[in-house]
């Protein structure tokens, strides 16, 4: 797999990572705030 190989650059990689969890992150978030205003 090429999401395993060593690359000189990491950061951009680290950087994908974090926007990726925070993107989960702010779904579950907005999702959460959704089903609440849905049921009150």
Do not use: D, S
Request: no cysteine; aromatic share 12%.
């Amino acid at each position: 797999m090429t999401i395993m190989a060593e690359q000189p650059k990491k950061k951009p990689n680290n950087l994908r990572t974090g926007l990726l969890l925070a993107g989960v992150a702010l779904f579950f978030f907005v999702m959460l705030f959704v089903k609440r205003l849905w049921l009150m």
